[in-house]
């Protein structure tokens, strides 16, 4: 399975960014896909999810209101919108898919699949 993240940049502060990750390479399923991040000297931190079958979001306190996950069923791939982004929005963002019911949309360990990241920098 391959996830494969596209849309990160440099934008200032204020400004929007659009992330796709399409995912091949499998025929399941896939149960839930998020996003993640990871900022220098930090863990990776949750940022948004989604369940494929119900469309259920889930959302970071510190993205609600200006992110937004979304899914494409047909091209099975997953989106975030990032709008009014902040400084501390800089990090290597990762999409993530977890293939089976259960478990949490937070937990990193939750997810069987991950992207290679892709860095976002938010300049003030």
């Known amino acids: 399975v391959q996830l494969q993240a596209s849309g990160g940049g440099l934008v200032q502060a204020g400004g929007s960014l659009r992330f796709s990750c399409a995912a091949s390479g499998h025929t399941f399923r896939s149960y839930r896909k998020g996003w993640f991040r990871q900022a220098p000297g930090k863990a990776r931190e949750f940022v948004a999810a989604?369940?494929?079958?119900?469309?259920?979001?889930y959302y970071a306190d510190s993205v609600k209101g200006r992110f937004t996950i979304s899914g494409d069923n047909a091209k099975n791939t997953v989106y975030l919108q990032m709008n009014s982004l902040k400084p501390e929005d800089t990090a290597v963002y990762y999409c993530?898919?977890?293939?089976?019911?259960?478990?949490?949309?937070?937990?990193?360990?939750?997810?069987?699949?991950w992207g290679l990241g892709t860095q976002v920098t938010v300049s003030s």
């Open positions: 993530a898919d977890r293939a089976g019911r259960g478990g949490t949309y937070y937990y990193t360990s939750d997810y069987d699949y």
């Open positions: 989604i369940n494929w079958g119900d469309s259920s979001q």
